[in-house]
């Protein structure tokens, strides 16, 4: 059973980075041919995908995000994670971090708010 865990902080200020981490137990995150995903949820709107990183660190971001989105990994700790740099207050959304192996796994979700 894979769980995924998101942390880091719920606030943050216009302009700075929010950087936010997925931690996966249950399996890992090099394991062939999965991705791994970043997906956030602004308040009253659907799902927006932002970006993957697959089980050889390749990376794929949505393209309009891609100028301010960087997923990175840590094998190691088996985490990933989201920076997105300059936010604004539309930034301000649940994040969530996903992977589909058979079926979708979601973490719980984080709140993000950018406000200053």
């Known amino acids: 059973q894979v769980q995924l865990q998101e942390s880091g902080p719920g606030l943050v200020k216009p302009s700075q980075t929010l950087s936010l981490t997925c931690t996966v137990s249950?399996?890992?995150?090099?394991?062939?041919?999965?991705?791994w995903s970043w997906i956030r949820q602004p308040p009253g709107k659907g799902l927006e995908w932002m970006g993957v990183?697959?089980?050889?660190?390749?990376?794929y971001y949505s393209p309009s995000l891609k100028s301010r989105t960087s997923i990175s990994r840590d094998t190691s700790k088996n985490q990933f994670s989201l920076q997105l740099g300059s936010v604004i207050p539309e930034d301000t959304a649940v994040y969530y971090c996903?992977?589909?192996?058979?079926?979708?796994?979601w973490g719980q979700g984080t709140q993000v708010t950018v406000s200053s």
């Open positions: 996903h992977v589909l192996i058979l079926r979708n796994y």
């Open positions: 249950g399996d890992s995150i090099t394991t062939s041919y999965y991705v």
């Open positions: 990183i697959g089980h050889d660190g390749s990376t």
